[in-house]
């Protein structure tokens, strides 16, 4: 079960619940936007009002799913790379080119 969850969580759990958040976050902005765009009517209102709660909803669902997922790797004994770690490593292996 660790190993299973140590291959799946890179390359298929953490891409998905980036993709899911980054999808909550679209809701939000776009439930924002019509929020205000619409702001003069009672029904427009409730309608942007709505999709911002789905918006953040979504978000933190997402966010507890994270924290679920580390919390069953850490029982299992599984190193689950923080997602700061990943950037720098990724970072690191960027080849930049400081001559012209």
Do not use: W
Not at 10 to 34: E, N, Q, S, Y
Not at 61 to 69: R, T, Y
Not at 82 to 88: G, H, R, T
């Amino acid at each position: 079960m660790a190993a299973l969850i140590a291959t799946l969580y890179p390359t298929i759990i953490r891409p998905a619940i980036t993709a899911l958040f980054g999808l909550a976050f679209v809701f939000f902005i776009f439930g924002m936007a019509r929020f205000v765009k619409e702001s003069d009517s009672d029904e427009g209102r409730e309608t942007g009002r709505r999709t911002v709660i789905f918006g953040l909803l979504g978000m933190l669902i997402m966010v507890s799913f994270l924290g679920i997922i580390n919390i069953i790797a850490g029982t299992l004994g599984v190193t689950v790379p923080p997602v700061l770690e990943k950037v720098q490593e990724d970072i690191d292996k960027i080849d930049v080119k400081t001559e012209l």
